[in-house]
């Protein structure tokens, strides 16, 4: 490829809107162009690595006996109807009907659509197991796109779908693809990737992984053990939280007013106690019943509403209407005095307190030395979000670290939920009819190339893996009027192209600073450079975009130097497999 003839102008102004390095890097570099909304054009050098992690993808999901298949984009309602999430999912899911007034959807995932294929293929125990997989756009209706390709409406994606006879077969399968996403980034050349236990949310099941990729400017947090090791997404984590001392003998509830107090830190000054003496309110509503669930939990804490949807086993909404139709005094709730109507649950950091303050469910109005162990066991859960003062609850040694990622992929066991509310079925050797379970294993693959940027770019650009570079040498010829220089950059990007590889080739009257800034923006591996200077010594030089290598070698060694770096540079990342 000839950069005179590539279309996409580079910039050397930060774009405004990006904050992400990976975005303005992006658009820097003339990789994407927004076209809307978290949706974006995808220009030749994006294209390109995004074509080469697709094939990483493939060769591994082929590897673990996978088969590739290609569901439509447009689903009919029914397949949904058929699962339950139509109704279930909320606006991420975009709706829409044809010119026959016929429900129809785009895919933000394809469970229905495997299981539709796969219940006409898999009727007999013989066919299992089996995987399909497929590469294919997706959409999603996110609320705040933000990220350039992190966070996106539209998408590529890999997703597959397993199918199996028993939970001991899926269980082996789960790991194959366990370790098989394990190759993938590290081909792909993306490091500080690790795996953590994370909710499964509408995906369902009873299991679910996401690999994250660990960097400050994540938006997911992970609770990571530095002892034992244990790790799990902020959703499902969990921690030994030290008991609260000194809570005196047990009082008599006293109701005092607390004009003007509705947070816990005017709270805490206004009676002059620390937060965890307290007990903080925090009200949902649930999907299913449209009824106000209230979730206390101690005042130092905060309500993990994952935990709370997989308690309750609905989609729920914080509610935050103080309008008074409800009969709840925002900012003043508590345990004793609610509507008997209201669901109440505590969370674990509340059980055994006593003399703590609540709301008198009063406007301005708290009650001093309530006592929670009048409540049931069976209201308490855990229900906090974890925090660093928490211990391992797997090791019980170290304190939980914190820790910011972006997900990169992730994989669930979902057992029946969608082979049995679709009627999928199959015949066992007795001739039985069994419901087949499923496992299902996802990778976004514009997320993953914009990953790879925010592990590897410095200040000038990318630094792309050779593995998933656009290309693997970007040939400079500077002052090309020079029909020495001409002469040599030609024959030399003759002479790679002809050996295999992918070659980018500067062959514009440019500057040498302009050259070398749009190399850098485009992130290609090995440089080579053809300069006068150079040539009236008998050589050019290379360069590697990592900065490892810089050197000069006589232009008829070139090529094979060449050879030799791109296999030190591959050889690199397979020795990390």
């Known amino acids: 490829m000839k950069m005179s003839a590539l279309i996409g102008e580079r910039y050397k102004e930060w774009p405004s809107e990006a904050q992400l390095k990976s975005h303005g890097l992006l658009i820097r570099g003339g990789y994407i162009r927004q076209v809307g909304a978290g949706i974006y054009s995808l220009l030749t050098p994006a294209k390109r690595v995004a074509a080469k992690i697709e094939k990483i993808i493939r060769q591994e999901m082929d590897r673990i ?31 829409f009907t044809d010119r026959t007034g016929h429900g129809m959807l785009l895919g933000m995932t394809h469970e229905e659509a495997a ?24 959409f999603r209706d996110e609320a705040r796109p933000r990220g350039g390709l992190i966070r996106v409406r539209e998408f590529t994606m890999k997703d597959a779908y397993s199918f199996h006879t028993n939970w001991e077969d899926l269980e082996k399968y789960y790991y194959r693809c366990h370790e098989a996403y394990e190759r993938i980034y590290k081909r792909a050349g993306l490091g500080h990737v690790v795996s953590v236990k994370s909710d499964s949310g509408m995906m369902g099941g009873a299991i679910a992984h996401e690999f994250m990729f660990l960097c400050d400017d994540g938006e997911d947090t992970i609770a990571i053990c530095p002892e034992c090791g244990y790790r799990a997404n902020m959703e499902v984590a969990t921690g030994v939280l030290a008991p609260v ?28 106690i620390p937060q965890n003496r307290l007990v903080k309110a925090v009200v949902f509503t649930r999907e299913d ?35 008074g139709s409800d009969h709840i005094a925002y900012g003043y709730i508590g345990p004793q005095g ?30 001093k030395n309530c006592d929670l162990r009048v409540y ?48 999928m079925t199959y015949a066992d050797k007795d001739g039985q009819l069994k419901t087949p379970i499923m496992g299902c294993y996802g990778i976004g693959v514009g997320r993953l190339l914009a990953s790879v940027i925010e ?22 010829a500077i002052k090309r009027a020079d029909e020495s220089v001409k002469e040599q950059a030609d ?66 060694e070139a090529a094979s130097r060449v050879k030799e770096i791109a296999a030190m540079l591959q050889k690199r990342l397979d020795d990390q497999l």
């Not at 699962?83 to 999912?89: A, M, Q, T």
């Not at 040694?397 to 910011?404: D, P, V």
Request: hydrophobic share 35%; glycine share 8%; aromatic share 8%.
């Open 65 to 95: 006996d996978g088969q590739e298949v290609l569901f439509p984009v447009v689903l009919p309602r029914e397949l949904w109807d058929e699962s339950g999430r139509y109704e279930s999912v909320g606006k991420e899911l975009l709706r």
């Open 115 to 138: 299981v539709h294929l796969a219940r006409t293929e898999g009727k007999s125990y013989l066919k299992y197991p089996f995987m399909i997989y497929q590469i294919q756009t997706k």
């Open 245 to 272: 001392e000194d809570l005196g003998e047990c009082r008599e509830p006293e109701r005092v007013p607390t004009p003007g107090t509705k947070d816990i830190e005017s709270l805490c000054d206004f009676l002059g």
């Open 289 to 323: 019943t449209g009824k106000a669930v209230v979730v206390f939990v101690r005042g130092d804490l905060e309500v993990n509403e994952a935990k709370v949807r997989r308690l309750l086993g609905t989609n729920i909404a914080q509610r935050v209407d103080e309008d």
């Open 338 to 367: 609610l509507d008997e109507g209201i669901e109440v649950w505590f969370d674990n950091s509340l059980k055994g307190m006593y003399n703590v303050v609540c709301g008198g469910n009063e406007v301005d109005v708290h009650v």
């Open 376 to 423: 049931p066991d069976e209201r308490f859960a855990d229900l906090c979000k974890v925090t660093e003062e928490m211990v391992c609850p797997q090791c019980g040694k170290a304190h939980i670290t914190l820790k910011n990622g972006i997900e990169v992929g992730n994989i669930f066991q979902l057992g029946d939920k969608y082979t049995k509310s679709m009627g």
């Open 455 to 476: 592990d590897g770019a410095d200040d000038y650009g990318p630094v792309w893996p050779i593995s998933i570079a656009p290309w693997q040498v970007h040939i400079n």
């Open 491 to 556: 024959a030399l990007y003759d002479q790679l192209c002809s050996a295999g590889f992918e070659v980018l080739y500067d062959d514009r009257d440019l500057s040498a600073g302009v050259q070398f800034a749009d190399a850098d923006l485009l992130g290609v591996p090995i440089r080579v450079v053809v300069s006068p200077r150079n040539l009236k010594q008998g050589v050019v030089e290379l360069k590697t975009r990592d900065k490892s290598i810089a050197e000069t070698v006589p232009v008829a």
